[in-house]
Nanobody, 119 residues
Framework: QVQLVESGGGLVQAGDSLRLSCAAS????????MGWFRQAPGKERELVAQ????????NYADSVKERFDISRDNAKNTVYLQMNSLKPEDTAVYYC????????????WGQGTQVTVSS
């Protein structure tokens, strides 16, 4: 398995942009489907975005579609989440996660990074 470490979170104002990064090590990153999840206070964890092994297929939660962009650079063993037009409701701890090739479950998780969007 790979190990995942998120970075790039912080405090921003509504309307700003932020890019999260998730660095992988210790495994074959290019064989993992990757996803970004978030969990806000008092709410359940939700899938924000997902990207296929080769980066050719992506999907997004309706709440972030057209604002967020997930991408990956397999040469750098890194997955990114570009967040634009941020809203206060985007405030959450963001986690990256991976699942090996066609596995149905995300079973490799990062530690999370806090994103706070002020109004």
């Amino acid at each position: 398995q790979v190990q995942l470490v998120e970075s790039g979170g912080g405090l921003v104002q509504a309307g700003d942009s932020l890019r999260l990064s998730c660095a992988a090590s210790g495994g074959t990153f290019s064989r993992y489907t990757m996803g970004w999840f978030r969990q806000a206070p008092g709410k359940e964890r939700e899938l924000v975005a997902q990207i296929s092994v080769g980066g050719g297929v992506t999907n997004y939660a309706d709440s972030v579609k057209e604002r967020f962009d997930i991408s990956r650079d397999n040469a750098k063993n890194t997955v990114y989440l570009q967040m634009n037009s941020l809203k206060p409701e985007d405030t959450a701890v963001y986690y990256c996660a991976g699942r090996y090739r066609f596995s149905a479950k995300y079973d490799v998780w990062g530690q999370g990074t806090q994103v706070t969007v002020s109004s």
